[in-house]
């Protein structure tokens, strides 16, 4: 059964994702209910964190950053 916290967020998958190390954007919209394209424009507006490259066509969201930008809310 999903859980929401107390803005309405479903928390489960965090419990899962904070053993992840790095998290493609598929998981990050999937937690956040948002489409890859929303995804993006709140990188570029610095809503949310910007990506680690980790190679040429890799880019990825290391799990602390994400847990610091979720604690920052």
């Known amino acids: 059964m999903k859980k ?3 803005k ?15 998290v493609r954007n ?3 919209c999937a937690y956040l209910g948002i489409s890859r394209a929303s995804l993006h424009r709140w990188v570029k507006a610095g ?9 040429p066509n890799t ?11 979720r604690a920052d809310l």
């Open 47 to 55: 809503i949310f964190p910007a990506p680690e490259t980790l190679g």
């Open 26 to 28: 598929k998981e990050v």
């Open 8 to 22: 309405g967020n479903v928390s489960h998958l965090w419990g899962i994702l904070e053993d992840v190390r790095y």
């Open 59 to 69: 880019k990825a969201w290391h799990m602390d950053t994400l847990l610091k930008w």
């Open 4 to 6: 929401k916290d107390d």
